[in-house]
């Protein structure tokens, strides 16, 4: 069973930095990790991802060059860096894991493993 459960989330003004973690049990190696956000009114959407035999990633265009998605796999962790953050990154933001070979990234539908969210917030 798999059980993901993120942190590092907090409050920062415009143009600043966050790490999010997101810890991992139960997670295997055909899997990918990805990171999704949910902003007040709109639908859940894949941020960046991490195929974990390739350690290939990619990213949502809005976050291209900003956000960096790794992995210490030693610690099952999976890390979001967030640098030049903008007001319109404010949401909650997921971790999230599946085999890599079920559906495409970045549709939320195709996952069924989820941690608790963590609430960040960029003040303009």
């Known amino acids: 069973q798999v059980r993901l459960v993120e942190s590092g989330g907090g409050s920062v003004q415009a143009g600043g930095s966050l790490n999010l973690s997101c810890a991992a049990s139960g997670v295997e190696r055909s899997f990918l990790m990805a990171w999704f956000r949910q902003a007040p009114g709109k639908e859940r959407e894949g941020v960046g991802v991490?195929?974990?035999?390739?350690?290939?990633?990619d990213y949502a265009d809005s976050v291209k060059g900003r956000f960096a998605v790794s992995r210490d796999s030693g610690k099952n962790t999976l890390y979001l860096q967030m640098n030049s953050l903008k007001p319109e990154d404010t949401a909650m933001y997921y971790c999230?894991?599946?085999?890599?070979?079920?559906?495409?990234?970045?549709?939320?539908?195709?996952?069924?493993?989820w941690g608790q969210g963590t609430q960040v917030t960029v003040a303009s």
């Open positions: 999230a894991a599946k085999p890599w070979y079920r559906g495409t990234w970045y549709s939320a539908s195709d996952y069924s493993a």
């Open positions: 991490l195929y974990l035999a390739s350690g290939i990633a």
